[in-house]
Each structure stands twice: as C-alpha cells, then as structure tokens.
T-cell receptor
Framework: GESVGLHLPTLSVQEGDNSIINCAYS??????FIWYKQESGKGPQFIID?????DKRQGQRVTVLLNKTVKHLSLQIAATQPGDSAVYFC????????????FGQGTILTVHP | NAGVMQNPRHLVRRRGQEARLRCSPM?????VYWYRQLPEEGLKFMVY????????ESGMPKERFSAEFPKEGPSILRIQQVVRGDSAAYFC??????????????FGQGTRLTVV
C-alpha cells in the first residue's frame, strides 16, 4: 500500500480505549465535512459526515464534533478495536459539489491488543 | 450493489509511455471525481466530470493529463509521456445526480501507478 507513515501524526491506543483524532480545516466557506478511514492499499471509506449547521453528530461508536469558530473538527471513536487501525482523514467541501473535497493531512491510528 | 470499480489496480509503465486509468461509477451515479495521492500525503482533487462534460479541472496538471467521461463506458484518466513523479495512487469517486449536486461521493479502491 501507500507509504504514509513517515511524516503523518500518529496516535497509539490500547484496545478498548477511546480515541480522539483532530483536524484543522482552512476554508471558512466550507459547509460539509467528512471523516474517512483508509486502510493500507485501499480507497477512503466514509465514516461519518457533518454539515455546518450542526456542531455534533453521532454514529455507531463514532462522534464528530465541529467548532466553526476555530475551524476545528474532531473524530471520537469509542471502545477502539484493532480493526480501527488505519489512516484517518478529514475532508471539507462546499459550494454545489460535495464530491470536490479538500483532504487534511491524515492521522495514523494504531490500536494495540 | 457494486461499488466504484477501478482498473487496473496496479499499473507499471516505463518513462515516456502512456497510462490509461479506468473508473466505472456506481450504478445510477453520473458524477465522477479523480484524485491523486502521493506517498505520505492526503488525496488531492484533480478533476470533476459529468457525462460528456468536464465540470472542474482546476486540479489537473496543465500538460500530459486529460480526463473524459463518455456517454457510454467508464471514465478515463489518461497520462501521456509518464515521468517518475507521476507514480502515485489515483482514486476515483462517484456520486448520484441530485438537486444542487450536494451529495456524498463514494471512492473506489484506486489504481497504483508505478513509473520505472
């Protein structure tokens, strides 16, 4: 798969712990935000999204928080499992096409059994 | 319900050759996006196409790169006279038509291009 390990932020947690991954976005005009999970050799997989008229959204084991004042997005994963190990990207979009995304740097999450 | 299909999954080309990457969107999707991912980086937007139209190519290099999405068949990303710097993973995403175009895009598994 891609070599994404050397310069990306990393987060190591124990199985069962909660994980928090942070992201700063750049465009004040963005009104749609998504978190993606990317495993080695695979494409980005949608996790959860949030629109700018909300500040929190919950899914199964995941929560996304949006702070528009400081342009900050976070992903919380509850009871992290080894299968959650991957690179996590935030992405932002706006305007008329939510398929044109600007991706953040990415964070490597490693979950230890 | 097949997802976004990209082929080939891996492609090796010598410098100066042409690379053709194919993307079949999900059934019912008429919007296609191409992204490039270099090692240690996030995905970078290249081009947004609808059937027979290029909507936004602001991320495409000015030379050697082109994309199309014909009325019939897959979308094609074409790279002419490849150089080593073109080595990357190329991802395609698709989304369905909707009012205003505001809808989630789904990604394929990517084509990993290696230029030797």
């Amino acid at each position: 798969g891609e070599s994404v390990g050397l310069h990306l932020p990393t987060l190591s947690v124990q199985e069962g712990d909660n994980s928090i991954i942070n992201c700063a976005y750049s465009n004040s005009a963005s009104d749609y935000f998504i978190w993606y999970k990317q495993e080695s050799g695979k494409g980005p997989q949608f996790i959860i999204d949030i629109r700018s008229n909300m500040d929190k959204r919950q899914g199964q084991r995941v929560t996304v928080l949006l702070n528009k004042t400081v342009k900050h997005l976070s992903l919380q994963i509850a009871a992290t499992q080894p299968g959650d190990s991957a690179v996590y990207f935030c992405a932002e979009a706006g305007g008329t096409s939510y398929g044109k995304l600007t991706f953040g740097q990415g964070t490597i999450l490693t979950v230890h059994p | 319900n097949a997802g976004v299909m990209q082929n080939p999954r891996h492609l090796v080309r010598r410098r100066g050759q042409e690379a053709r990457l194919r993307c079949s969107p999900m059934k019912g999707h008429s919007h296609v996006y191409w992204y490039r991912q270099l090692p240690e980086e996030g995905l970078k937007f290249m081009v947004y196409l609808q059937k027979e139209n290029i909507i936004d190519e602001s991320g495409m290099p000015k030379e050697r790169f082109s994309a199309e999405f014909p009325k019939e068949g897959p979308s094609i990303l074409r790279i002419q006279q490849v150089v080593r710097g073109d080595s990357a993973a190329y991802f395609c995403a698709s989304s369905p038509p909707s009012q205003g175009g505001n809808t989630e895009a789904f990604f394929g598994q990517g084509t990993r291009l290696t230029v030797v």
